[in-house]
């Protein structure tokens, strides 16, 4: 067991609602906070603190975690933060390289420290605590902040300067958004020529096909019909857009990944930029004219 800290959390969606109650079960005291009031309350509910503020819990915490949707809010909430009295700010989120980078040196200019930390897994993988958490900060900064990490999942630190595991984050999304796609498309046609999609599924997942869509998202939210994997369209749609940004900066090209971008873009079209990701697959099966599942 790791000592016992104060801690803030800041965010308290589909991920943070997950994680944060790690931290009370691990014995810390948690101050939290999110914009929306029935996430406070169901903070306080699961034996937490809840804060009125993101300044409130910069103030009676010495580190922050923040699980925010987008790099604009993550800016605004360290800008806020560095105003307090926190000691590190430990960003959870999927923001790209330049706004982690950003919110570091903001931090960083009223002496306060930041981790970046986003991760992978899923709200499936926050609320069993098998998250994997990509870390970059200074040595001291990591070697503070990985054990009350180490209560999410498993640590991998990437590098010494925030920004690297964002752009680590993105690889990994964009990569996923492709098989997504790719499984959508092979799953609807096996279904049209006849096939069984659990024995599609089981035939994929013990040969080279096999991805984190065959092995996760179609067998547990696309071939029971339930499409509640739990990542917004809209959210994947910003990793994506950022990864896209980065890449163009770096001079890669990214044929597939603007690809899966377009299919990201119909879905939400389609379907809203709320509904979830697996929905992706409902898009190919009207245009197959099959249903999978
Ligand atoms: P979410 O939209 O469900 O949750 C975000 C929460 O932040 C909401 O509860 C919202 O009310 C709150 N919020 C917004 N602005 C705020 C502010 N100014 N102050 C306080 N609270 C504020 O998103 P999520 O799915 O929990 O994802 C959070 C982050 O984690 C994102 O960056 C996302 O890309 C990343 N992520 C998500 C998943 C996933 O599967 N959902 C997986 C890995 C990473």
């Known amino acids: 067991?790791?000592?016992?800290?104060?801690?803030?959390?800041?965010?308290?969606?589909?991920?943070?609602?997950?994680?944060?109650?790690?931290?009370?079960?691990?014995?810390?005291?948690?101050?939290?906070?999110?914009?929306?009031?029935?996430?406070?309350?169901?903070?306080?509910?699961?034996?937490?603190?809840?804060?009125?503020?993101v300044e409130e819990v910069g103030n009676r915490a010495d580190m922050v975690f923040t699980s925010l949707p987008s790099p604009q809010i993550v800016r605004q909430v360290a800008a806020e933060l560095a105003g307090t009295r926190v000691g590190i700010v430990v960003d959870l989120s999927t923001i790209g390289s330049r706004a982690s980078a950003e919110a570091a040196g903001l931090l960083a200019q009223h002496g306060r420290s930041f981790a970046?930390?986003?991760?992978?897994?899923?709200?499936?993988?926050?609320?069993?605590?098998?998250?994997?958490?990509?870390?970059?900060?200074?040595?001291?900064?990591?070697?503070?902040?990985?054990?009350?990490?180490s209560h999410f999942g498993k640590v991998i630190?990437?590098?010494?300067?925030?920004?690297?595991?964002?752009?680590?984050?993105?690889?990994?999304?964009?990569?996923?958004?492709?098989?997504?796609?790719?499984?959508?498309e092979g799953m609807a046609m096996g279904v049209k020529a006849g096939l069984d999609p659990h024995v599609m599924l089981d035939v994929l997942n013990m040969s080279s096909g096999q991805n984190s869509a065959t092995r996760d998202k179609f067998p547990r939210a696309v071939v029971p019909r339930t499409f509640d994997f739990g990542f917004a369209t809209g959210l994947s749609l910003k990793d994506?857009?950022?990864?896209?940004?980065?890449?163009?900066?770096?001079?890669?090209?990214?044929?597939?990944?603007?690809?899966?971008?377009?299919?990201?873009?119909?879905?939400?079209?389609?379907?809203?930029?709320?509904?979830?990701?697996?929905?992706?697959?409902?898009?190919?099966?009207?245009?197959?004219?099959?249903?999978?599942?």
């Open 1 to 53: 067991m790791t000592q016992s800290r104060n801690v803030g959390f800041i965010g308290l969606g589909s991920m943070g609602s997950a994680m944060a109650p790690r931290l009370l079960e691990n014995g810390h005291a948690v101050i939290a906070y999110d914009v929306n009031p029935s996430a406070r309350a169901a903070f306080a509910a699961a034996g937490g603190l809840a804060g009125d503020s």
């Open 116 to 149: 970046d930390a986003p991760v992978s897994g899923g709200r499936a993988g926050a609320l069993a605590g098998k998250l994997t958490l990509m870390l970059a900060a200074p040595a001291a900064v990591q070697e503070e902040v990985a054990p009350l990490l």
């Open 157 to 184: 630190p990437v590098g010494m300067q925030p920004g690297q595991a964002q752009t680590m984050k993105l690889i990994n999304n964009i990569m996923s958004v492709v098989a997504l796609a790719a499984t959508s």
């Open 240 to 293: 994506v857009r950022l990864c896209l940004d980065e890449a163009q900066a770096l001079g890669v090209p990214m044929m597939l990944g603007n690809l899966a971008k377009t299919m990201l873009d119909i879905t939400a079209a389609q379907f809203g930029a709320d509904a979830d990701f697996t929905m992706m697959a409902r898009v190919v099966e009207q245009w197959a004219g099959v249903e999978i599942g």
